[in-house]
């Protein structure tokens, strides 16, 4: 599911990244009382009375013609143009500002729901100046305190009921996937080859992500839809080239799939924006293929393929699972092996095992290799069952989780991949006390 996204925006040195902390639970950005500090947008995970959400921490915007504070401006534009609710951060001791009305000229034509939060408003000294932030056209001001926590919940509620409705949205039972990766890996050439020749387009259906397309086609008698990314849409120029500007565009894209193809440039090797976005898609539970696209543009000896795979496995140990595929969009080259094998990712995704045959494998696994002890305890393992799909997550009842090593829990998962095939998806194991 796509979940809604959150961009808090405002001018610069108000307390954004204080709010942005503590709503999220941790201190992500980098707290400073410095203009400027926060210079790329920050993305998160929170949640508000079971409502789960993405929250954008953005630059402060300032119209000024400095470079520096254009690059800040330019990404908080982007955070609203990707945002669903807006949360305008300003500061009650500070007053209404001239910046302050810039940034409200911006949010009124942004076309989406804005909330006025007027920070650093728990001193009783300077409530009495909350009034005054009526004047900026924005409806009621919420009065907060982000370094106390204080108004935050009536905050929270007004942005939960801003939330667009997907209930709606058209659902079907294709395998959704979509491709993601750093910008210029090759992305747009690879939708153009997949969806290219002998590929049948079915329809362009509207997906749940606001002013997204996702395109439906046919392959090997299978029915797929491609999410829409930023490698499908183009958005201009700028926003094509801002390279934070994709993880958004991934995250969304990646809450809308079931397989994720995460796209490199073998040309360019592993980079750190790469681990970033494949990070999210392990985190999120999605099948995922790694694809090395611009292969042909190599020279190749016998050991280049083994040597490059090796590197990925090093670099992407927490992706040991997930199939790696070398392409090419210019030539072709191994792509009509990809339906089949983003059909068989799925496949697994979604796979069930028997609980009878399952608790069989734990058992040999035991007697292969005994559940380790602590001050003459021992971990007793007495039953596994398989408790969702989507990622497969197995429940295991034990006599004391605590005891349950990380290292314990990864051979017993290792056991699980040797006798069930569970290529290209993440598995959860999850330890539980027997009552």
Known sequence: MAYPVVAIVGRPNVGKST????????RISIVEDTPGVTRDRIYTRAEWLGTE?????????????????????????????????IVFITSAPEGVTDADENV????????????????????????????DFYSLG????????????????????????????????????????????????????LVNAILGEDRVIVSDVAGTTRDAIDTKFTADDTEFTMVDTAGIRKRGKVYENTEKYSVMRAMRAID????????????????????????????????????????????????????????????????SYAPIIFVSAKTGQRLEQLPEMIKRVSENHNKRVQSATLNDVIMDAIALNPTPSDNGKRLRVYYATQVAITPPTFVVFVNDPKMMHFSYERFLENQIREHFDFEGTPIHLIERARK
């Open 138 to 189: 924005l409806g009621d001001p919420y009065p907060v305190s982000g370094a106390h926590g204080l108004g935050l919940g009536d905050l929270l509620d007004a942005v939960v009921k801003e939330f667009p409705d997907d209930t709606g949205a058209p659902k079907d039972d294709t395998i959704r996937f979509s491709l993601i990766g750093r910008p210029n890996v090759g992305k747009s050439s």
């Open 256 to 319: 809308n799939s079931d397989v994720v193809l995460m796209v490199m440039n073998a040309e360019e090797g592993i980079r750190e924006q790469d681990k970033r976005v494949a990070g999210y898609a392990h985190e999120a539970g999605r099948g995922i293929i790694i694809l090395v696209n611009k292969w042909d543009t190599l020279k190749k000896d016998n050991h280049t393929l083994t040597d490059f795979k090796n590197l990925i496995r090093l670099e992407f140990q927490y992706l």
């Open 19 to 26: 709010l942005f902390n503590r709503i999220a639970g941790e």
């Open 104 to 131: 409200a000229k911006i949010l009124y034509r942004a076309n989406k729901p804005v909330l006025l939060a007027v920070n650093k408003a728990d001193n009783p000294e300077v409530r009495e100046s909350i009034y």
């Open 53 to 85: 959400f993405r929250m954008i921490d953005t630059g402060g915007i300032d119209l000024s013609d400095e470079p520096f504070i254009t690059q800040i401006t330019q990404q908080a534009e982007i955070a609203i143009e990707e945002a669903d609710v």
